[in-house]
């Protein structure tokens, strides 16, 4: 089996290991009636992968401006626009870190690399409620684009911890919710996903759950990492899933902060 690059505005594909079952749509966020904003992530470790899934355009550039959009609950791909004071950067050349004020209706950043998975990351002031979001966006578009970044609300992802184990979000690690489908946006049930983590928790009948009372994705397609050790700057770390497929999701992290993943796979 192969990885490779899917054209659709999701993501890209990670090979799996087995043919897949196919439930429903994941009840995923509709742009026809709702502010959307929808991460992407290449293939990357899977075996059998060419290695071309997370093909960029080398060093070339692009201005981009954007906004903000507050998540408003656990699927984290829907919200209304964040009116808040906030501090949004993604990758430029070499590696570093561009950076520009949003004043609660967008912002401007300048020399973003093009590429198929360029991890933005959103730091909202103080006080909002809201907590430091990544989230990898396709920013190959070939002129200056509009693009919506989203910050997750601290509340929610507290409820996550309380619903799922008793434990509390400690600052000082990192929370990944990782939600797998299909190439047609169906979602993949029966996947069971690898990180250490204090928590492992998986969405199940309109709530989550920790692994002593289910191991593997339900018709959501969604799983939770919490309290990931993490250190003060971005770093990778894998995800390895099993069962219903057989790949593996690079996702960057930080302390205090959710990395928000859709991951596409394909048999």
Excluded at 170 to 191: C, M, N, P, Y
Excluded at 208 to 224: H, K
Aim: charged share 15%; aromatic share 6%.
């Amino acid at each position: 089996m192969r990885a490779f690059v899917l054209p659709v505005s999701l993501g890209l594909c990670l090979a799996c290991g087995q043919k897949l079952d196919h439930p429903e749509l994941a009840p995923g966020c509709d742009p026809a009636v709702m502010r959307c904003t929808v991460s992407m992530m290449p293939a990357t470790g899977s075996p059998g992968g060419n290695g071309e899934g997370g093909a960029g355009s080398g060093d070339e550039v692009a201005a981009f401006t954007g906004d903000i959009l507050a998540f408003n609950d656990d699927y984290f791909d829907r919200g209304s626009t964040f009116t808040g004071m906030a501090q949004v950067s993604a990758t430029g050349q070499s590696g570093a870190r561009v950076s520009a004020s949003y004043d609660g209706k967008s912002f401007q950043l300048d020399s973003v690399l093009k590429d198929a998975a360029n991890w933005f990351f959103t730091v909202p002031d103080g006080g909002s409620g809201m907590i430091p979001t990544l989230m990898p966006l396709d920013t190959r578009a070939t002129t200056a684009a509009m693009l919506s970044v989203g910050v997750a609300n601290g509340s929610v992802v507290d409820g996550i911890f309380l619903a799922s184990s008793g434990t509390e979000r400690a600052l000082d690690r990192a929370q990944i919710v990782l939600r797998v489908v299909d190439e047609k946006r169906r979602s993949v049930t029966g996947v069971t996903g690898k990180l250490t983590a204090e928590v492992t928790s998986y969405r199940a009948a309109g709530s989550w759950v920790g692994v002593s009372n289910q191991n593997a994705t339900d018709d959501s397609g969604m799983l939770f990492f919490g309290n990931v050790p993490a250190g003060t700057a971005l770093s990778p770390v894998t995800v390895n899933l099993t069962g219903a497929v057989t790949a593996s999701v690079e996702v960057t992290i930080v302390a205090g902060a959710i990395s928000v993943v859709t991951a596409v796979v394909s048999p």
